[in-house]
């Protein structure tokens, strides 16, 4: 069965450094989305991604963040210059464009910034 | 707006005795409602969804969620647990036009006493 991976599984960095997050989509999924989860707390939508383009940011996501779909299987969030409160489970997701399809997860990568 | 309130963010119970996790939405359109399980040091696995139709829906691992209007409730439950369910169980709401951002419950971690 088709699933969204995600890599690296655990990221360690110092504060102020740039993060790279990747995931691969479900291959033949159109909406892509990143959320993040700190450490106790709920799942928070940070952006979605459809045609190249964002459609939907939270407030989180802001301008330290940014996304791209470099090649035909990549998603990428980066995180310009890391701070303390980065620190989270980064979850990202996708979708088809059929309507009442569901948002499939990948496994996370657990970002901690010191 | 969409927002989702998880009474109680733990809830322990006895192994083969009823599972009931509750969840309670507010949505200013119909909504999408899902249940999302996560296994420590997993990420988010879909349980089922309600997206328009029977208003009991049934999903893997025994689980089955009523969505009741009326009450604007979707609560999630299992006749009989099992070690294997102790997780952290969320909610999820998203509009029923389909491509938008789930937002989440704040979670029930799900203990089952042997």
């Known amino acids: 069965e088709p699933e969204v991976t995600q890599t690296p599984s655990h990221q360690v960095t110092q504060m102020g450094q740039e993060v790279i997050l990747r995931c691969v989509p479900i291959s033949n999924h159109l909406y892509f989305y990143w959320y993040r989860q700190i450490l106790g707390q709920k799942v928070e939508f940070l952006v979605s991604f459809y045609n190249n383009e964002i459609s939907e940011k939270s407030e989180i996501f802001d301008d330290q963040f940014s996304v791209e779909r470099p090649d035909g299987s990549n998603f990428t969030l980066k995180i310009r210059s890391t701070k303390l409160e980065d620190s989270a489970m980064y979850f990202c997701?996708?979708?088809?464009?059929?309507?009442?399809?569901?948002?499939?997860f990948g496994p996370g990568t657990r970002l901690l910034v010191l | 707006a969409q927002s989702v309130t998880q009474l109680g963010s733990h809830l322990s119970v006895s192994e083969g005795a009823l599972v009931l996790l509750r969840c309670n939405y507010s949505?200013?359109?119909?909504?999408?409602l899902f249940w999302y399980v996560q296994y420590p040091n997993q990420g988010l696995q879909l349980l089922l969804k309600y997206t328009t139709g029977a208003t009991l829906v049934k999903g893997i691992n025994g689980f089955e969620a009523e969505f009741k209007k009326s009450e604007t409730s979707f609560h999630l439950t299992k006749p009989s647990a099992h070690m294997s369910d102790a997780a952290e169980y969320f909610c999820?709401?998203?509009?029923?036009?389909?491509?938008?951002?789930?937002?989440f419950g704040t979670g029930t971690r799900l203990t089952i006493i042997p």
């Open positions: 999820a709401v998203t509009p029923n036009f389909g491509n938008e951002k789930l937002t």
């Open positions: 997701a996708s979708r088809t464009g059929r309507v009442q399809e569901t948002q499939y």
């Open positions: 949505s200013s359109v119909p909504p999408y």
